[in-house]
C-alpha cells in the first residue's frame, strides 16, 4: 500500500512539544491548507485544517524554530485515530510528518504571517527558470 501526503500551508498556532517517556521529542501543530476551487463562473476559496504531528529532532526544531502563521510544506502520511467518548466511537485523521521543510515569509511580514499564497524567495540561482 501506498499512504504519502505533501501539504503546503501555515501553522494555525505555535507547536506543541512533548516528550514521551522515553525521551522522544514529539510537536503537534495544526496546518491551513488553501485551495480555490470554479463552479461555474464563480471561483471559490476552500480551507482545510489539518493535524501535523512530528517526532525526534525535527520536532525539536519545529518546536524551536516556528510559530503561528509560518509557511511550511509537510511531507508525511495519513493516520486514522480511533477513540471512545461517552459510549460513541470517535475517529479522526491527522499526519504523521516525516519531513517538514520551512519556507521563508515575506519581506517585512510580521512573526504572524498573511492569509494569502507563498512567495519565492528574494534570492534567486541559476536553477531556478524565472
Do not use: H
Not at 18 to 45: H, I, M, P
Request: glycine share 10%; aromatic share 8%; charged share 30%.
Amino acid at each position: 500500500m501506498f499512504n504519502k501526503i505533501i501539504l503546503a500551508g501555515r501553522l494555525t498556532k505555535d507547536p506543541e512539544l512533548r516528550y514521551t517517556g522515553q525521551g522522544l521529542a514529539v510537536a503537534s501543530f495544526g496546518l491551513a491548507v488553501n485551495s480555490k476551487t470554479k463552479q461555474g463562473d464563480e471561483s471559490k476559496d476552500e480551507t482545510l485544517f489539518i493535524d501535523i504531528t512530528v517526532f525526534g529532532r525535527q520536532a525539536e526544531t519545529c518546536g524551536q524554530y516556528l510559530s503561528k502563521g509560518s509557511p511550511v510544506i509537510v511531507d508525511g502520511r495519513l493516520r486514522e485515530r480511533r477513540w471512545e467518548s461517552d459510549g460513541q466511537k470517535r475517529s479522526k485523521f491527522e499526519v504523521v510528518s516525516q519531513d517538514v521543510r520551512f519556507l521563508p515569509k515575506r519581506s517585512g511580514e510580521s512573526s504572524r504571517g498573511t492569509q494569502d499564497g507563498f512567495t519565492a524567495p528574494d534570492e534567486m540561482t541559476d536553477l531556478e527558470p524565472f
